[in-house]
């Protein structure tokens, strides 16, 4: 099994941790889920986040040949576009994207000019294709729950699981925006850890944990079954589902859910600029 390279950009503002995935073969990457900073008080964004792996990017000379998003984030922007004008690469997406811009196309009341079929994006990926990163081989897993989109992408020996699985101490990823369900984030849970025990899983997010005072990303298949403390140690369906409920009750939304949807299910593009070249993203009040 092709182990591929893999440097990890932690964003501590959104606790997001990026990846550059690299064939060990060559030159060609992958990037996993971009950041573009985004301060809302004052409406401003920031691309130091994004600079920093396309400063990684060209130091060595790599070919970005994916931007790989695992959905469509609710807690920070994805700077795709921007690394791609700068290095290059293809947009990718769950196709099942459709469905998440249909459910926040109403929610933003957006136009007929928001198109709701993934054509933002430059390849909709279904659960069991396929793709190549120079000589190394992604699959593509359909990992629902979270968000109805969500992909986990197996390359080599390492899968990248966006939101499902966090670390074993901190557990699973919440249920609750439209169109999440507990149950079915459980059964896409199995799905992962049928993979290969060594198999290496970078999560898409970490928060630290009761105990733990660093942040991590990296863990195993193994480990996750043995200790994940929401869905290790044969956890039951049901049990899952009750408490993943009942804590989704008590959370907060994200503090940049409203501008990160509105940027994220355009495949990280602004909404277009008003009749004076200006750009705003909406706030629904009472919506969400
Ligand atoms: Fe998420």
């Excluded at 984030?73 to 998440?100: C, E, F, M, T």
């Excluded at 439209?178 to 059964?187: A, K, R, V």
Aim: a negative charge; proline letters at 5%; aromatic letters at 10%.
């Amino acid at each position: 099994m092709t182990s591929p390279e893999v440097t990890a950009f932690f964003d501590e503002a959104t606790n997001t941790i990026s990846y550059v995935v690299r064939d060990p073969e060559g030159d060609a990457c992958a990037v996993i889920d971009s950041v573009l900073d985004f301060d809302y008080a004052s409406g401003r964004t920031d691309t130091r986040s994004a600079d920093a792996i396309i400063a990684f990017v060209r130091k060595r000379d790599l070919r970005v040949e994916w931007l790989l998003e695992s959905h469509v984030h609710a807690d920070h922007l994805s700077a795709a576009p921007y690394i791609q004008l700068a290095v290059g690469g293809k947009i990718g997406i769950g196709d099942h994207i459709k469905i998440v811009q249909d459910t926040f196309g109403r929610v933003f009341n957006e136009g007929a000019e928001f198109q709701r079929d993934g054509s933002q994006f430059d390849l909709l990926f279904s659960g069991g294709d396929s793709f190549q990163i120079g000589q190394l081989r992604g699959d593509v897993l359909h990992t629902p729950g979270h968000t109805p989109a969500c992909l986990t992408y197996v390359i080599g020996d390492a899968a990248f699981v966006g939101d499902t699985l966090f670390m074993p101490d901190f557990g699973t990823a919440r249920c609750d925006f439209p169109g999440g369900s507990s149950g079915t984030l459980y059964d896409s849970i199995q799905k992962i850890l049928t993979l290969p025990d060594e198999t290496r899983i970078f999560v898409g997010h970490d928060y630290k944990a009761p105990g733990r005072n660093t942040y991590a990303w990296e863990t195993t298949v193994g480990e996750q079954k043995a200790t994940n403390i929401h869905v290790g140690a044969g956890a039951s369906r049901d049990d899952f589902v009750t408490m993943r409920d009942t804590r989704d009750a008590s959370l907060a939304m994200p503090r940049l859910i409203i501008p990160s949807l509105q940027v994220n299910m355009r495949a990280g593009q602004m909404p277009a600029p008003d009749d004076k070249g200006d750009v705003f993203l909406k706030v629904p009040v009472n919506k969400l």
